[in-house]
């Protein structure tokens, strides 16, 4: 099992930057899971941001977010980090933490996750 709790969320004004984090805990090996972030906006679906894989070598990005977004991690603090730049208002939504074991296809574990509001 593993839990996931994001933080870091907030209000910022267009062109602005937030920094999330996702902080994993659990009886598990963080660095056996592939890490992501998606977001849900109000009436539409939840989509994928950023993916990266469990050793933290190979990194996948939305069209929509590449060259603002940044994703890492940190397998000692079980920690994965989505930096965010020239933040614009259609980045407003929740975003969530995911982890995907890396022998599934599927994300079998989600935080809660944590709301980012970009003002125009």
């Known amino acids: 099992q593993v839990q996931l709790v994001e933080s870091g969320g907030g209000l910022v004004r267009a062109g602005g930057s937030l920094r999330l984090s996702c902080a994993a805990s659990?009886?598990?090996?963080?660095?056996?899971?592939?890490m992501a972030w998606f977001r849900q906006a109000p009436g539409k679906e939840r989509e994928s941001v950023a993916v990266?894989?469990?050793?933290?070598?190979?990194?996948h990005y939305a069209d929509s977010v590449k060259g603002r977004f940044t994703i890492s991690r940190d397998n000692a603090k079980s920690t994965v980090y989505l930096q965010m730049n020239s933040l614009k208002p259609e980045d407003t939504a929740v975003y969530y933490c995911a982890a995907r074991s890396i022998s599934s296809s599927l994300y079998d574990y989600w935080g809660r996750g944590t709301q980012v509001t970009v003002s125009s």
């Open positions: 659990g009886r598990t090996t963080f660095s056996s899971y592939d």
């Open positions: 990266i894989m469990w050793n933290g070598v190979s990194t």
